[in-house]
Every structure is written in C-alpha cells, then in structure tokens.
C-alpha cells in the first residue's frame, strides 16, 4: 500500500467522442479511476468499483504527461468517483496550470466541490456534477452544498429513470434555481422512460435554460463496449 501513496487508482484512459456534456461531440482523453462513494440502481459502469478490471497505479505527473502526449485539449475525468481520489487535487493543481486544456470533472453529487473549488480556482476547470434522483437509489446521500456553489461553466446532470424523476428534477431545478446558477441537462435512461416525456415537460414548463441530453455514445456504440 505504501508504494501507492502518491499515485491514483486508473481503470482505464482513453481517446473518444465526449458523448455528454458540454463538449459533447468533441474529442475528449478520458481518464477512468477505480472505486465510487455512491451504488446507483442504473449504474452503466459498474466494472469501476467491483474489483473486476484492473488497476494501475499512476502518478499525477504521469497522467498530466500522458494527457499532454495525446494532443487532444478536452480532459474529462470519471469514474468510480474523481473527487474521492486520495491524490486527486495534485492532478487537478498541474492540469490547472495548463490553460490550453479544457477539463471536466464528472462527479456523482455527493462530494461537495467547493473544498476543490478553493484550492483550485481556475477557468479551465468545470464541473459536471449529477443530482440523484429517487430511481438511483442515492438521492439521500447528494451534497446539497453543491447548488449553491456551481458557477455558469459547471453542469448539473439529472439522469431520469421514471416521471417521478422528472418530477423531482423540475423541483430541484426550480428550488435552486439551476437554470440560472449553470448549464442543466436532463439525461433519460433510454431503456426506462421516453425521451419524448422529458420534452412534454420542458415545453410545459417553459424551461428555457435547460436541455434534453442523448448519450451520444450509446448511440454510435455497444452500451457494453469500453474505451469509447
């Protein structure tokens, strides 16, 4: 355990599409850590956190100088969970630094960001947090901190399983007031509920700031399928 002290857990790294987000449609490297705070009932990356791929265990510097190496300026960070890496804020510290990339940081929601947010307060530097909602499993554990701190360039995720999240989505939203606080997408689990529903609702409510979210590589891809 000692020689691992200053590295970080990664399942996997790899060049792709960004199939969500901001930069959805952009090329991306991605960076995949091991492990997750949070068991959500529609997981799509369960081979994160149940000890089923393997790890490697790599330095800050290194993975800085990998993501250099690859030449592409989109970084998004995933898991498992980033922000409960051990030796996560160096990584971010070096990627900071370095204003020709473009990062993202995925978060489940129920790490409040503002502790990172402090110690790394650069432009380049976003956040795509989730809000669990009741078909997770999760919704008891979100940090409801982070509401309250995200800025125009963060995003809040809400994955939409059922109408009862939708309709837990919508109150969040309007509680917080998400839609001028930062970007807000509302991302169906296809296989559950209709994206024709959420859209129903968006032009009910009017909701301006708000946008329908189709994983793009769940459509070119094998839900299945790694690396992509």
Not at 87 to 106: F, R, S, W
Request: one cysteine or more; proline letters at 6%.
């Amino acid at each position: 355990m000692v020689k691992h002290m200053n590295t970080l857990p990664v399942i996997e790294q790899f060049i792709s599409l960004d199939g969500e987000g901001p930069t959805a449609g952009e090329l991306a490297y991605f960076v995949r850590f091991n492990d997750c705070n949070l068991r959500c009932a529609w997981c799509d990356t369960v081979y994160s956190w149940d000890g089923s791929s393997p790890v490697t265990h790599k330095t800050p510097q290194e993975l800085y100088n990998e993501i250099k190496t690859s030449g592409v300026k989109n970084v998004t960070l995933t898991g498992g969970e980033p922000l409960i890496q051990h030796n996560i804020l160096p990584l971010l510290q070096l990627l900071a630094e370095d204003d020709t990339l473009c990062v993202h940081i995925e978060t489940n929601g129920a790490v409040d960001i503002a502790p990172f947010r402090t110690a790394c307060p650069a432009e380049n530097i976003h956040y795509i947090l989730d809000y669990k909602l009741p078909a997770s499993g999760m919704e008891q554990h979100m940090c409801m901190n982070n509401p309250k701190v995200v800025t125009g360039t963060d995003v809040y995720k809400f994955v939409i399983a059922s109408e009862e999240d939708l309709q837990r989505a919508l109150d969040v939203i309007a509680q917080y007031a998400l839609d001028t606080r930062c970007q807000v997408f509302l991302s169906p689990v296809r296989e559950l509920i209709d994206p024709l529903v959420i859209v129903d609702a968006m032009k009910e409510q009017r909701l301006n700031n708000v946008r329908l979210q189709l994983q793009l590589h769940k459509i070119l891809w094998p839900k299945e399928m790694r690396g992509v």
